[in-house]
């Protein structure tokens, strides 16, 4: 199934610790360093080498927030196709960005649908690249896995969305996107692992 709908997959790992294990042949390998609040810090690697999903956009980085009516508030990434099994939906396309620097974009996740103002998130940083090809646009999805403790319990929650980049122009641009996932807790919870699997879509509207 998974090769009839997508060109390219690329995996995001975030872990607590650095990594040495390989995954599909490929080494990950610590590419950024981020600060997560309260008092928490990860390594964010990412595997394989982007390649072919280049053309998409990568994790920049990722931090425990609580949420505000803004964030909560904020653009759907798309929908879910009801009764459809794994990653299934309509994307929600960015704003194409004319000059650059391009303007953050923000984005709730597409399942769950509802987000609630004061639990914990967390924030994740996307670029994604706006193709250098006039009136292209490229369809993406995305599946998060996070595993987090609260009072000595680890649970996980999966989410996920659905974009695509704006039209491209002339130039290549890195579009910023902010994604804001719900913990469901008011309580500060401790991030153990966040797992980010992105797949180019079959095309630019909907992700079968």
Do not use: H
Not at 16 to 29: P, R, S, T, V
Not at 51 to 63: C, H, L, M, R
Not at 107 to 126: N, S
Not at 171 to 183: G, M, N, Q, S, Y
């Amino acid at each position: 199934m998974a090769e009839r709908r997508r060109k390219y997959r690329t995996v995001y790992i975030v872990t607590a610790a650095l990594m040495a294990a390989m995954i599909g042949g490929y080494a990950l390998a610590a590419t950024t360093v981020t600060t997560l609040a309260p008092g928490q810090s990860s390594n964010i690697t990412n595997t394989p080498n982007p390649g072919g999903f280049a053309n998409i956009g990568a994790i920049t980085s990722e931090q425990l927030v609580v949420l505000t009516a803004g964030m909560t508030g904020a653009t759907r990434a798309g929908t879910e196709t009801v009764g459809a099994v794994g990653l299934n939906g309509t994307t929600t396309a960015l704003a194409a960005c004319a000059t650059a620097p391009c303007v953050v974009q923000n984005f709730r996740t597409a399942v769950p649908a509802a987000e609630t103002t004061g639990d914990f998130g967390e924030q994740l940083g996307i670029n994604v690249l706006q193709p250098a090809i006039n009136g292209a646009s490229l369809g993406f999805d995305f599946s998060i896995t996070i595993s987090m403790t609260v009072t000595g319990v680890t649970s996980y929650i999966v989410v996920q969305g659905y974009l695509a980049t704006g039209l491209g122009g002339a130039a290549l641009k890195t579009v910023p996107v902010f994604l804001f996932v719900d913990l469901g807790t008011i309580t500060s919870p401790s991030i153990n692992s966040l797992s980010v699997v992105f797949n180019q879509c079959s095309n630019s509207t909907y992700c079968p």
